[in-house]
Nanobody, 122 residues
Framework: QAQLVESGGGSVQAGGSQRLSCVAS????????VAWFRQAPGKEREFVAL????????LYADSVKGRFTISKIRTENTVNLQMNSLKAEDTAVYYC???????????????WGQGTQVTVAS
């Protein structure tokens, strides 16, 4: 069964950094797109960043551009999200997801991880 496992969440002070990892239990296909989304309490799930598995195409939400960096380690079926200059409003559960479309809409993604909590204290 295909699974995504996120790790790296926790608590951090505002202005600090944290790195999230997402590991797929299967070999990702060349057409795969891996994305990070987040959901804060009482809010809808929102797009954070995505990366194509077999190209250098990357897309960021405006709210994280310049602060977050998405990257991949193809030999380890892993996608990382480096988060710098964290703000209180970045507090959320972060999810990684895999789909086959280059799309920031969560409906484009079929497989989701269980999520990891990131809490930024101001």
């Amino acid at each position: 069964q295909a699974q995504l496992v996120e790790s790296g969440g926790g608590s951090v002070q505002a202005g600090g950094s944290q790195r999230l990892s997402c590991v797929a239990s299967w070999r990702l296909y060349s057409s795969s797109v891996v994305a990070w989304f987040r959901q804060a309490p009482g809010k809808e799930r929102e797009f954070v960043a995505l990366i194509r598995w077999h190209s250098s195409s990357i897309l960021y939400a405006d709210s994280v551009k310049g602060r977050f960096t998405i990257s991949k380690i193809r030999t380890e079926n892993t996608v990382n999200l480096q988060m710098n200059s964290l703000k209180a409003e970045d507090t959320a559960v972060y999810y990684c997801a895999v789909g086959s479309r280059y799309d920031s809409n969560s409906r484009a993604y079929d497989i989701w991880g269980q999520g990891t909590q990131v809490t930024v204290a101001s």
